[in-house]
């Protein structure tokens, strides 16, 4: 069915991606996020569907997310779990100078972790704020690294000479 609605509507595109089914019979695998900079992990959450989630935790949820109404965040400080998205992190940053990257994975029930896709703007920072004690730190600290680093890593602006002899520009206030 899927392959007839893609060649009937090309909107979404003309190509279709196949991936391998992560789960079984008991469920998905664990969703877990991962948000690096510079090769390192900065912060890894785990996303909770609804049908685990208690009816407490349910009220911090994001009520925007209509695709999946009711999904908590929490914290993951596995150091396996670390470990694993730093080595793939660090893979592209060090490669392919991807700096700035969100992951969307799966941890099997071995602790394996599988990357679905990789994100260069991802979105539920929002969610992410409101969900995860200490995230606002961790928000603004890495919203300063990046402003350091582009900063850093911007040219030198020489002034043209015929532009100091210019007038000066009026103050508005």
Known sequence: QAIHANRMDSSNGHGILFQQYLGDEQGLFREIRGL????????????TPPETVSSAQSLVSDPAMIAQPGVVRGEVTDPAIIAQIDAIAEHLYENYGVAYIAFDMKCDRSGKMWVLEGNVAPMGLDAIEREIPNSRLFL???????????ITLSPQIVPNAAATHSPAEP???
Not at 40 to 47: F, M, N, P, S
Not at 140 to 146: A, F, H, K, V
């Open 36 to 47: 690096c900079f510079d090769g390192k992990t900065r912060l890894a959450y785990e996303r």
């Open 171 to 173: 103050e508005f206030f």
């Open 140 to 150: 603004r600290n890495l919203t300063d690294d990046m402003l350091d680093k582009v």
